[in-house]
């Protein structure tokens, strides 16, 4: 039997996609949230859009433990024939599954050490409705009603909930609700409710919002003024430019006119999406794009030209999992290298790492300022878990007191005052030259922008003292930028320890159950969070603070530790790494299995009796 | 590298309305081959542009890769310009546009640049009716690296090296036509009087307008055999209607002989006029043009002039209805939605 327990449990709902499953499921991660309680929920689809599996994990956890907790489950909704064997094996023992009934399974398919929660689901729907659209929709919604009963989910807030979602549509609100009283009912009648594992209702929400980052980001491109969109569809980012058209349409309609304060241009490739974003920004409007995986590759050449001709440009990249098409639905953080050093040359790029929606929001608004001060690309490391999932997450915030900064543009009476205009002087000795838009003065200011080496005067050149210079001028804005990025965000919770841990991006939903593991364990430990690249100094000082640092991260090949070892020039010894890269997002279970392996291999090393001796003749 | 040009003016100099003179309308000095086509294209757009009064620097240069694409540093000194990456220079002009619709976009591509590299760039921004000025400097040759085959060359025809165009050439009008220009035409280097009005015509239209300019290259393809060399085409050129472009400030007064001449009046109240040569020649039929195209093709002739135009059609900011002011130009106060409105928008994700 299992441990009986309120407010902590993991449930996975197995579906086929295009089914209509993701509402109801979306609806039962909600009634969690609004019955106060700490919850994360990650969808598992595959690169299809009919008939495929298709998996929705919810956890609950009052300490806020919302990475992935990974192992079995304890609650499957089995709806779906075709994984049914292998999502009966998932679930821990003492779990319990929930299926539809109508059909008795086979007594091979009968494990001895779960609870089977049979519902005629397609009876019930057969009887109910007419449509077989409907007879699929409520399915979905049956089941919901009768976790009703058996989780003691308040049903007045999955009504809330319902009404909600059909705002605006009353009809179809009174169906689905009388959809969950079937499988409340049914439930009520045939299983003692509730399950030993049940939630409870607490306070633990606060102000939070749950949505998921990819509409974080495409609401800050908004909030930070941007104008012009070029994006190629690509899974997962897709819904950033998506959900930035949509509210444009909401709020950037001139009310006069009803014309469009804004321009989205689906492009042909994604070669032509940046392209675009480069040209509007050469022109003075803010500008992005998104994309993800082979966008990138595709895009490493207008990085470089952007790079080198000091263009800003904002790139919000979705990673998911590569190389090539790789795993296009699910997650990694395995493009650091290829967007930290983008196209051919010498190049280095800013890169912001969210770790949650309100940051998503913050750092795409904080994108475009950065960008224009800097003229140069900056991206934003979003992943497909942090950009396609819905995440308990601080508000949005923002501060109508804070104003753009569009950097050092010249307007045409400055120009009249200027002496010399060369749009490659460093006037200011931090490495940022001035800029001039195309259009600003009748005979000040004009110049050739190009990717060729040029002079400070913007005429071609194939001097070498010229390019030299110019590069190491490009160096020297780099350095200037890094006093600009978020700093990296340090707990101060333990100091001196002898283990440091680094993160970034979406580990950070594994790291508060990390620690507290560790600390379980006797092994407290400090954090550092990473929130962009260039480094702050704070990064070198907190690595020679402790004697053992641990970098965790979603890749094979320890991306972020390379780059910390190549920028920081780090002892790589120092640097142990903990990756996760099965494309699902890490959890603590395996961080923390990861550091056990590592500190007893170390001690193995350490315990004079089991060193290889030389033999004494 | 870009010389110093003399900045001596003449006194007699004519002045546009602008009080500027054609000098003001200069580039740098080419660093193109004595004799390149792409030095008369220059020419004729700072004749153009100085013509037309209009002020340099509302005029963005936009080209990609190759000799052609660094011809715009030759012209329009006041303009800023954006030499760009190899093919993507529609894309770049593209975003340009979308952010400031005021400004002239006078773009300059090669056939590599175009017809190879940029050719899905190429069909995209036909399809998109950017308001544009599109111009191919096309010698079937890649000048820059030193003369290898384009896209564009005839088939059959052998390049200085002697190698021999195995496949069909692409021939970007037919195609801009395939696709919707609303402004297509094809124009010899060598023919100044041909060239003015037509990329004159090409700034007033509204609208995508697409230039491909037969310019001989002086080093790499002017040898016999060749059928992109200045005696070749001079010999095989044909055109079907000498156009004049008419600006808004000028009154029309001579009559018009029914039948020989065509009035095709312009987004800005401008009026294309056209001499017919042939009697067939009509520019509101696309799908009669590349029919023209292709049977001047087989018989040996290069057709230029205009070859279609459609005055009526929209261009892309009236497609996406963008407003009436350059984004590039929207203040915060517009852009930005504010505290209050991201405290709903909070509120709806709870």
Same mark, same amino acid.
Not at chain 2, 73 to 98: D, E
């Given at each position: ?32 949230? !609004?019955? +106060? ?349 942090? /950009? ?24 045409? !009476? ?24 195309? /259009? ?78 560790? &600390? ?18 704070? =990064? ?17 090949? /320890? ?59 | ?79 800023? +310009?954006?030499?760009?990456?190899? /093919? ?12 400031? &619709? ?130 070749? =085409? ?34 800005? +109240? ?81």
């Amino acid at each position: 039997m299992i441990k009986p327990s309120i407010n902590d449990f993991v449930i996975k709902f197995a579906n086929t996609n295009g089914t209509g499953s993701a509402s109801a499921n979306n609806m039962f991660a909600k009634a969690m949230m !609004r019955m +106060g309680l700490p919850v994360s929920a990650k969808n598992i689809f595959p690169s299809n859009i009919q008939g495929a599996p298709t998996w929705y994990e919810v956890r609950v956890n009052e300490h806020n433990f919302l990475g992935r907790r990974g192992g079995k489950v304890d609650i499957m909704v089995a709806m779906n024939a075709q994984s049914f064997i292998a999502d009966l094996d998932d679930i821990g023992d003492g779990g319990f599954l929930l299926y539809d009934s109508s059909k008795q399974i086979p007594a091979s398919l009968i494990r001895e050490n779960i609870n089977y929660l049979g519902i005629p689901i397609s009876t019930i729907c057969l009887k109910e409705y007419q449509q077989p659209r409907l007879r699929q929709l409520f399915k979905n919604i049956i089941y919901v009603g009768a976790l009703a009963a058996l989780l003691k989910i308040e049903f007045g807030v999955l009504k809330t909930l319902v009404g909600d979602q059909f705002k605006g549509k009353q009809k179809l609100i009174t169906p689905n609700i009388y959809a969950l009283e079937l499988g409340y009912q049914y439930a009520m009648n045939h299983f003692s409710c509730p399950l030993p594992i049940h939630v409870e209702r607490r306070d633990l929400i606060g102000n939070q919002i749950m949505v998921d980052g990819n509409t974080a980001c495409g609401l800050g491109a908004v909030f930070g003024g941007a104008t012009v969109v070029g994006w190629y569809p690509i899974t997962p980012s897709t819904s950033v430019i998506e959900k930035f058209a949509s509210y444009c349409e909401r709020l950037r309609i001139d009310p006069a006119t009803g014309k469009k304060n804004f321009a989205v241009v689906q492009a042909e490739d994604e070669l032509a999406a940046i392209g675009m974003a480069i040209g509007a920004s050469w022109n003075g409007a803010r500008s992005f794009t998104a994309t993800s995986g082979p966008g990138i590759s595709l895009m490493a050449e207008f990085l470089g030209l952007a790079y080198f001709a000091e263009i800003p440009v904002v790139l919000m990249n979705i990673q998911r999992a590569g190389p090539s098409t790789g795993m296009p639905t699910r997650t990694q953080q395995s493009d650091i290298l290829a967007c930290a050093y983008a196209s051919h040359g010498d190049t280095k790029h800013i890169l912001l790492f969210p770790d949650s929606p309100s940051e998503c929001f913050e750092f795409s608004a904080l994108a475009f300022d950065l960008s224009d001060r800097l003229q140069t690309p900056v991206i934003i490391m979003s992943d497909l878990d942090l /950009g396609m999932n819905e995440h308990l997450s601080k508000p949005f915030t923002w501060n109508d007191k804070q104003k753009y900064d569009h950097g050092k543009v010249l307007s045409i !009476r400055e120009l009249d005052t200027l002496e010399d205009f060369g749009r490659y002087q460093d006037v200011d000795g931090d490495g940022i030259c001035y800029r001039t838009l195309p /259009g600003t003065h009748p005979n000040k200011g004009a110049f050739f922008t190009r990717g060729t080496s040029r002079d400070k005067n913007a005429v071609y050149t194939e001097k070498s003292e010229h390019y030299v210079e110019n590069m190491e001028r490009l160096e020297r804005k780099f350095a200037t930028a890094a006093e600009m990025m978020p700093k990296a965000e340090i707990s101060s919770g333990i100091q001196n320890t002898i283990m440091g841990l680094i993160y970034f991006g979406t580990s950070s939903q594994a790291i508060l159950e990390t620690r507290h593991r560790l &600390k379980e364990q006797g092994l407290p430990v400090d954090l550092m969070r990473i929130k962009a690249f260039p480094f702050g100094s704070e =990064v070198k000082q907190f690595i020679n603070n402790h004697q053992q640092i641990y970098v965790i991260e979603q890749n094979r090949d /320890g991306q972020m530790r390379s780059l910390i070892v190549n920028e920081l020039e780090i002892d790589p010894a120092k640097l142990i790494p903990i990756l996760c890269f099965d494309g699902l997002a890490i959890t603590a279970k395996q961080i923390v299995d990861d550091i056990d392996r590592h500190i007893t291999k170390q001690q193995d090393i350490l315990n004079p009796d089991q060193l290889i001796k030389p033999e004494v003749g | 590298m870009s010389y110093n040009k003399s900045r001596f003016k003449h006194k007699h100099l004519p002045v546009n309305d602008l009080g500027l003179t054609y000098r003001d309308y200069e580039g740098a000095i080419s660093t193109l081959c004595a004799g390149c086509g792409h030095d008369s294209i220059s020419s004729a757009i700072i004749h153009a542009c100085a013509e037309m009064s209009i002020e340099p620097h509302k005029i963005a240069k936009m080209s990609g890769i190759g000799c052609s694409s660094k011809a715009p540093n030759y012209f329009l000194n006041n303009a800023h +310009g954006f030499n760009t990456v190899h /093919g993507r220079m529609p894309s770049v002009t593209t975003g340009a546009n979308m952010a400031n &619709k005021d400004l002239t976009y006078l773009a300059m591509s090669g056939d590599g640049d175009s017809a190879s590299i940029g050719l899905g760039q190429f069909a995209h921004v036909v399809r998109r009716q950017l308001n544009m000025v599109y111009m191919v400097a096309n010698n079937g040759v890649y000048g820059l690296t030193k003369g290898q085959l384009a896209a564009t060359s005839d088939r059959g025809v052998k390049n200085k090296t002697g190698d021999i165009s195995l496949f069909n050439d692409i021939d970007l009008c037919v195609m801009a036509l395939q696709l919707g220009a609303s402004f297509v035409a094809r124009c010899f280097s060598g023919d100044k009087n041909q060239l003015v009005p037509i990329i004159k015509a090409a700034i007033a239209h509204q609208g995508f307008a697409f230039i491909d300019i037969i310019s001989p290259c002086v080093t790499f393809n002017n040898h016999p055999g060749s059928t992109r060399s200045y005696d070749y =085409v001079q010999e095989h050129v044909t055109t079907g209607a000498v156009t004049d472009f008419v600006p808004v400030k000028e009154e029309i007064n001579h009559q018009v002989p029914e039948g020989k001449f065509e009035d095709v009046c312009l987004h800005d +109240g401008s009026v294309l006029r056209i001499h017919k040569l042939t009697a067939d020649y009509d520019t509101s039929d696309r799908f009669k043009a590349i029919q023209d195209i292709e049977q001047h093709k087989a018989k040996g002739e290069i057709l230029t002039g205009l070859l279609h135009i459609d005055p009526t059609a929209q261009d892309f900011h009236e497609l996406n209805n963008t407003t009436d002011t350059p984004l590039n130009q929207m203040k915060q106060d517009i852009l930005c939605p504010g505290e209050r409105v991201l405290g709903s928008i909070n509120d709806s994700f709870r």
